[in-house]
């Protein structure tokens, strides 16, 4: 069964998905990808503010193709999430709640979702043109020389993910993995 | 002596990136569709047709299969009886694939400098490798390739006496350990023999092959049989998520060594194994 949640993000939310979930997302989201990620941790130790409201937000790990004149968006996938395990715990301890990728997390990123309540989704990679259909506004906020890389908020309707990590640490990756190894 | 204008060079480079990244070869179409088929777990299932669906949608709405529509990787198979007219061939090769990433609306991934990190904004310079060959054919293939799964790809310099198993060893740990990263189900482009830079290249070009023809060489057919299997029990399935599909095909390239080595290149590329190919 697919179920629909709304952001932001709260723990009455986070507390009920678990590890297997397919979820449709409905609100805003943040993009970042690696180089906003390195701006913005480096904005933070210089006592600088960032440009995403943290609290109960997501952020969807994404650099889309350019839009045509008829288009949103261009096409709109998951890029691999560990390039951003180095800066993900310190968003965490501020506030953000989610994230969306695609592949493996690393301890350290796990053991700080156990610790702030946080989930990570995972969109279809390779799917960007069938996921650019579920968002319907984009602005950019910050870091516009960027460009793809660009810190984008996104309006989405009904994004489909999969809860591959829960708060509670139960890991897609791992439980089914196993379940069809046969060598 | 044929003549060949570099305006015509460009033209084709221009489509040719276009076309490889709103549409997959059949032999991937094809492959995606079985795959759905014979998978069992019920996630993987599902992965699967959004993956057909969303072939589907690039196709109808003009829109890249994927957002990353990568690093342009060029091969040039060039006859020595062909003149070349006009531009610099390199210098029109990257206008081809600039003009192709602007005006396809694609996305631009390349930097300037691996540290310094600045956007060209144009997708240049295009990975470029020549052939030269006998008569006057002009082959051009664009294979434009993705990070997510080039990331994932590795080489390792064995020691001859590791043989066939420390290469089964090589590859097979590789797609355990990195696979669920590049978007499975994967093609898997290997390279054996040659030297460091040579066995890279054969993995690149192991991925030209369509995925379901296999080697020529029997011993090498075999190998590329058994790998695919062993993979496809490795329980990564589509997008890591578990599952029997794994990958969709393996291909091997291989070349002479030097008897001191045996080195191994993987190629990890995503089911958006895009290239395409035009004789002019």
């Known amino acids: 069964m697919i179920r629909e949640i709304i952001t932001p993000l709260t723990y009455d939310?986070?507390?009920?998905?678990?590890?297997?979930?397919?979820?449709?997302?409905?609100?805003?989201?943040?993009?970042?990808?690696?180089s906003a990620h390195k701006r913005m941790i480096t904005d933070l130790e210089n006592n600088k503010p960032i440009p995403i409201p943290l609290e109960g937000n997501i952020i969807y790990y994404m650099g889309p193709t350019p839009a045509k004149e008829n288009q949103v968006i261009g096409s709109a996938g998951p890029t691999t999430s560990n390039r951003m395990d180095s800066f993900a715990?310190?968003?965490m301890d501020l506030g953000l709640k989610g994230m969306i990728g695609k592949g493996e997390r690393s301890p350290e990123v796990i053991e700080s979702m156990e610790k702030n309540n946080v989930i990570y989704f995972a969109a279809i990679g390779g799917a960007g043109a069938l996921l650019s259909k579920h968002i319907t506004n984009v602005k950019v906020i910050a870091y516009d020389d960027l460009g793809t890389e660009a810190i984008r908020e996104l309006t989405v309707d009904k994004l489909p993910v999969?809860?591959?990590?829960?708060?509670?640490?139960?890991?897609?990756?791992?439980?089914?993995k196993d379940k069809y190894r046969s060598i | 002596?044929?003549?060949i204008n570099t305006n015509d060079i460009i033209e084709n480079i221009k489509e040719m990136c276009i076309e490889a990244n709103l549409y997959l070869s059949s032999d991937m179409e094809?492959?995606?569709?079985e795959s759905v088929k014979i998978e069992k777990s019920l996630i993987g299932?599902?992965?699967?047709?959004?993956?057909?669906?969303?072939?589907?949608?690039?196709?109808?709405?003009?829109?890249?299969?994927?957002q990353d529509t990568g690093m342009a990787v060029v091969f040039i198979e060039m006859g020595q009886e062909i003149a070349i007219e006009g531009d610099l061939l390199e210098d029109a090769i990257n206008e081809g694939v600039r003009r192709g990433y602007k005006e396809g609306f694609l996305r631009k991934s390349v930097v300037d400098d691996p540290l310094l990190r600045n956007n060209t904004k144009d997708n240049t310079p295009a990975i470029i490798h020549y052939n030269i060959v006998k008569g006057d054919t002009f082959k051009i293939t664009i294979a434009p390739k993705g990070f997510g799964s080039e990331n994932m790809s590795r080489i390792f310099m064995l020691k001859p006496s590791d043989g066939v198993d420390g290469v089964k060893k090589a590859i097979i740990n590789t797609v355990d350990e990195l696979g669920a990263n590049a978007c499975p189900p994967l093609v898997i482009g290997v390279g054996l023999g040659g030297t460091f830079e040579k066995c890279a290249f054969l993995a690149k070009k192991a991925l030209l092959r369509p995925i379901n023809e296999s080697s020529n060489i029997d011993h090498i057919k075999e190998l590329e049989e058994t790998l695919l299997n062993e993979i496809n029990k490795l329980g990564v399935g589509p997008q890591g998520l578990g599952g029997i599909v794994t990958a969709?095909?393996?291909n091997i390239e291989t070349?002479?060594?030097?008897?001191?080595?045996?080195?191994?290149?993987?190629?990890?590329?995503?089911?958006?194994?895009?290239?395409v190919t035009r004789e002019l």
């Open chain 1, 13 to 34: 939310i986070i507390k009920n998905l678990k590890a297997g979930d397919f979820i449709n997302i409905t609100g805003k989201i943040y993009t970042a990808r690696d």
């Open chain 1, 89 to 91: 715990p310190t968003l």
């Open chain 1, 162 to 176: 999969i809860v591959v990590i829960d708060d509670k640490g139960n890991n897609l990756y791992k439980l089914e």
């Open chain 2, 1 to 3: 002596m044929r003549i």
């Open chain 2, 30 to 33: 094809k492959a995606i569709k």
């Open chain 2, 45 to 66: 299932k599902q992965v699967l047709e959004l993956l057909d669906e969303n072939m589907l949608i690039a196709k109808d709405k003009n829109i890249p299969i994927c």
């Open chain 2, 248 to 250: 969709l095909g393996l």
């Open chain 2, 255 to 275: 070349f002479p060594t030097h008897i001191a080595g045996l080195p191994v290149a993987v190629n990890i590329c995503c089911h958006v194994n895009r290239h």
